[in-house]
């Protein structure tokens, strides 16, 4: 293979090239068995990426696939290269990361894949370092995590030990360690996604550990599936990437509209699940409950690179299960503004249920659906709030008071 192209893969398939112009173009050149296998202007790597004969500019949806910050001056640092590399840093970390994508410069090959066992000690070593040692990263991983957040990729073995996964094999799990900076953090996002269960908006059962006394969370991926035992990716992308934004932009922050993130509201979600949905009505039903979920927790930081689309087919698109539900509203210290408007409103002490129906009928949902899919998502969380579901003290009484100011017509807070 060229030395300025790497492989495109999903399921075995080589879909595509992607070609290094220079380190700010990158492009998307879709295989011949693509083109052949699927229609013009299908879904296989992004909304923003429709199957085309025509190259594509790639380095947006690319770029995605990168942590960011520390983590990715790290693993930069690692490999040699710098942070603008994005090409480089796909060839050295591209066999497993988010999504179904496999990018490299030669073809999978399952029979590589292995796992090193993690003793307790050995991993409360790693997350113990992960300061120092972003991800986790080791000399011979060949993964990616998007994301600020410190974590590490797991596989979860058949006896129930973590392990290290190695040579491409798929990741089951993600940890979460605490940052030091925001104590109790883990244990209110593990409850938040507890009560997103509750309302069936995510999949995901979070675990919390301590290693080494430092608390952390432990999530299974969405995007990965175990089938008679097998580990299987599933495809998936953020907003960020769906919209084809390239998450450099800005200073980084053009993942928040409130820091002027071109295209990134609630809006645009909708017109993605409006435009690719198979059920665009069911799944703007969904995203109306995401929004008073969201509103009710009191979470400031659901920008466009913690909400996410699965590609449930070559043809089309379903909200992802939320995965980033951290209620921000508990740290004094941290913006109470929404990443993304509620119906032209930013801060939390403007927003009432009559935005959130409004937000939603602007998508367009219809004004009774939308009123409908908003209160009975407040109602659901105020009974959740009555069983315990929440199992955090004050955490819970915090969103029962949004819950019934917001039930009531007033503002959250």
Known sequence: MPADVLGVWLEGRRIADLERVSDDNLRLRYSEQALDLWPQNSLIVSCSLLLSERALA?????????????ALDAVAARAGLTVNDTFGLL???????????VIGREPPRVERWDTETYTDEALSEEVGSLEDHPLGIHDDTEMSLAGLQNKIALVRQEDGLWARPLHGRPSTHILKAEDRRWPGMVELEAACLSLASHLKLTTIAPELRTFGEIPCVIVDRFDRVVIDGEVERVHQEDLCQAMGIDPFLNNRRVKYQRNGGGGLSFGDLAALLDKHAAHPIVELRRLAAVLAFTTSIGNADAHGKNISFLHDTTESITLAPLYDTVPTIMFPRLSR?????????????RVALSNLVAEAVSWPLPSQLAHSAVTEAFETIRDAMADGVVQHELLSQVISDRTENLLAGKTAH
């Open 58 to 70: 790639g380095l947006p949806y690319f770029r995605g696939l990168l942590p960011e910050g520390q």
């Open 91 to 101: 060839a050295r970390y591209g066999r497993d990361k988010a999504a179904a994508l």
């Open 337 to 349: 503004e929404f990443a993304m408007s509620v119906n032209g409103a930013f801060s939390h002490d």
